[in-house]
């Protein structure tokens, strides 16, 4: 008889899950597509905090980058709404259950050309979500039509060359309200996971723009949403480490040079500086910062704004912390005498 082969013990989170309980289906997307890489570090982030993924919700509108939730997360609750409408759909689901922890993934198209109005209305609530762009500057579900987030001058395949101004996402979301602003490159595989990670652990709204390129339309010479042009122009803020609340480190850190931000479950940020003197707490920096990047065809990548302690949506409507539907029935319909009283009043 030959001798047993015992298996390596598998790998669990804190929770006491396998990495396999995070994923999702097979992608459908182009080999190479930035939007795949994302999902792959969606599925590290929850699965390495150890959030049970019954407890997340996924929004998506249409889109190939609103396809994505059905390859994170299989174990989740999603619903992929109509082009552009996300923001509506996600706001109705987070008020009926508070308890839930959302995330939204969507495109360029669907936040910035049809979802433009939905996605104002999102900023401005501080709605305790993730939102992420898969921003590829193109409509690629429909065959790479600019968006608009597409570069004054950018060039299609075609050698269209766009010649309008582009809606920079976290400029909007720095001004009308986020509370989490970030922007990275879907090939930054260690940016990206503490940048989502901080998201999961912000309460507020966290708008997360990922340049994500798109292999099969926007990925050629001349577009300005390349890995060649990302590789070439991309500006890093600053040096991010995250550290969940349950795991801290005590590192000798030379004073100045880092800066803690702590999260409201207590888990910190930590931000190492690089080149840049610059201070992701104070918001009209950021937004000097973008201008002056995007004046120099850079594209900064880093956290642009962090905000804790604002009230969220939920806090400011005093809603209550369990799920409507669970609520009794003397807390949703008014009891008799108030009825009677307010047909009295309109007798
Ligand atoms: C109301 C409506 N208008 C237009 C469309 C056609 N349409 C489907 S996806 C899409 C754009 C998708 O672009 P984006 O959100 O950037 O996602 P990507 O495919 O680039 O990831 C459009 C215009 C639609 N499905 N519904
Ligand atoms: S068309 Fe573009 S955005 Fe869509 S899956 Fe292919 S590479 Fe990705
Ligand atoms: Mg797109």
Not at 209 to 219: A, G, Y
Not at 295 to 308: D, F, I, M
Request: charged share 20%.
């Amino acid at each position: 008889m030959g001798a047993t082969v015992t298996p390596p013990p598998k790998k669990v989170n804190r929770t006491g899950f396998e990495i396999l309980s995070y994923k999702g289906a097979k992608t459908t997307l182009c080999a190479g597509c930035g939007h795949n890489s994302i999902s792959e570090r969606i599925v590290e982030c929850f699965f390495e905090l150890g959030v049970p993924p019954w407890n997340v919700a996924k929004f998506s509108g249409i889109g190939c980058s609103s396809k994505s939730p059905a390859y994170f997360l299989g174990l989740s609750h999603g619903f992929n709404s109509v082009h552009g409408r996300m923001p509506s759909v996600a706001t109705g689901a987070m008020l009926a259950n508070r308890t839930m922890l959302g995330i939204g993934v969507t495109g360029d198209g669907d936040t910035a050309s049809i979802g433009l109005g939905q996605f104002m209305h999102l900023l401005r609530r501080n709605l305790p979500m993730i939102y992420i762009i898969e921003d590829n500057g193109v409509y690629g579900l429909t065959k790479g039509q600019f968006s608009a987030t597409a570069d004054l001058g950018s060039k299609l395949k075609t050698g269209v060359i766009n010649d309008l101004p582009p809606f920079d996402c976290c400029a909007l979301a720095l001004r009308c309200g986020a509370t989490f602003v970030a922007r990275s490159f879907s090939g930054d595989k260690k940016q990206l996971q503490t940048i989502i990670k901080t998201a999961i652990a912000h309460n507020g709204l966290s708008v997360i723009d990922v340049i994500s390129p798109c292999t099969t339309f926007n990925d050629h010479e001349g577009s300005t949403k390349s890995y060649s042009y990302m590789k070439e122009h991309e500006e890093m803020l600053h040096d991010l480490d995250f550290v969940p609340f349950y795991e801290e480190i005590a590192v000798d850190i030379p004073a100045g040079e880092v800066m803690d931000v702590e999260m409201h479950d207590g888990s910190k940020l930590r931000i190492r500086k690089l080149g840049h003197d610059f201070n992701p707490t104070n918001k009209f920096e950021a937004l000097v910062a973008l201008d002056e990047a995007g004046k120099k065809g850079e594209v900064l990548t880093g956290v642009l704004y962090v905000a804790t302690g604002q009230p969220n949506f939920m806090e400011m409507l005093n809603m209550e912390e369990a799920p409507l539907a669970t609520l009794p029935e003397s807390k949703i319909r008014p009891p008799k005498e108030a009825l009677d009283q307010m047909m009295e009043e309109l007798r």
